[in-house]
Nanobody, 120 residues
Framework: QVQLVESGGGLVQPGGSLRLSCAAS????????MGWYRQAPGKQRELVAA???????DYADSVKGRFTTSRDNAKNTVYLQMNSLKPEDTAVYYC??????????????WGQGTQVTVSS
């Protein structure tokens, strides 16, 4: 059973920073993609940042230059450092992984989500 456990959300003022973490656990064989999506009220879930199979990192245009994702492969953990936060960054942030386990072929997994609220 794979679990993606997120932490680090909360309330922050505009211009502030937050760091999200997501740890994947279970009988994981290979992680192909891991990253972050977000969903604001009334909007579709959108990609924020992710490590791809090729080793590159993709970012949404709206967060480039402000957000940075990093990973610790030994811990199956990814991080999202969010700087210069804006009210429009307010959303539920979901950790995402495309991975294979010892008992399941490659498929998508989602975390439970963590709320990020940017407000004065």
């Amino acid at each position: 059973q794979v679990q993606l456990v997120e932490s680090g959300g909360g309330l922050v003022q505009p211009g502030g920073s937050l760091r999200l973490s997501c740890a994947a656990s279970g009988s994981i064989l290979s992680i192909y993609v891991m990253g972050w999506y977000r969903q604001a009220p009334g909007k579709q879930r959108e990609l924020v940042a992710a490590f791809t199979m090729s080793g590159s990192t993709d970012y949404a245009d709206s967060v480039k230059g402000r957000f940075t994702t990093s990973r610790d492969n030994a811990k199956n953990t990814v991080y999202l450092q969010m700087n210069s936060l804006k009210p429009e960054d307010t959303a539920v942030y979901y950790c995402y992984a495309n991975l294979a386990t010892s008992t399941s072929p490659r498929r998508n997994y989602w975390g439970q989500g963590t709320q990020v609220t940017v407000s004065s």
